[in-house]
């Protein structure tokens, strides 16, 4: 096996989403390990843990062909960045912006759902429990734990 294809399975290219989104950079594409559980800085490790799954929730989605779906994140001139977007169907369907413990609800998130129009946005918190509530029911952004929206999508 060559460098090239051992690359392609220790990690995954993340582009940004730019179309309809005023004053967006079109920047570099973002790297993720596969394997979250190396990675010593918490906020790194959160990010890169919601990565793997929701890439995971993308792959499954397409193969299944329930929908078309492909995941990217944003980033303004005004470095305003939100980790990730799930576009369905050539739409933005949802933005998670990540933290380990924090919170505070992002002010990106609410800037980019009016800019793209996506129907829900999250601030995932991987260190919260569990909570049973469905997250698709809100059109606003909310905080959430990570266990609870990835439960919810395959």
């Not at 950079?25 to 990010?47: C, M, N, Q, T, V």
């Not at 800019?115 to 909310?142: E, L, M, N, S, Y």
Request: hydrophobic share 45%.
């Amino acid at each position: 096996m060559d460098s090239i294809s051992r690359r392609l399975h220790f990690g995954f290219l993340l582009r940004p989403w730019f179309r309809n989104v005023t004053k967006a950079l079109r920047k570099e594409p973002k790297w993720y390990l596969r394997d979250w559980s190396h990675l010593d800085d918490l906020g790194k490790r959160a990010e890169t843990f919601v990565a793997c799954h929701l890439l995971k929730a993308v792959d499954a989605w397409n193969d299944l062909d329930l929908a078309t779906c492909e995941l990217r994140y944003l980033r303004d001139k005004e470095k305003r960045e939100v980790d990730f977007l799930v576009v369905r169907d050539r739409k933005p369907w949802f933005l998670v912006k990540v933290k380990h413990r924090d919170d505070r609800l992002s002010p990106a998130l609410a800037h980019f759902q009016e800019q793209t129009g996506a129907p829900h946005a999250f601030q995932v918190v991987v260190d919260r429990p569990f909570v049973a509530a469905d997250c698709f029911a809100h059109r606003k952004p909310i905080v959430v734990p990570a266990r609870t929206l990835l439960s919810q999508l395959v």
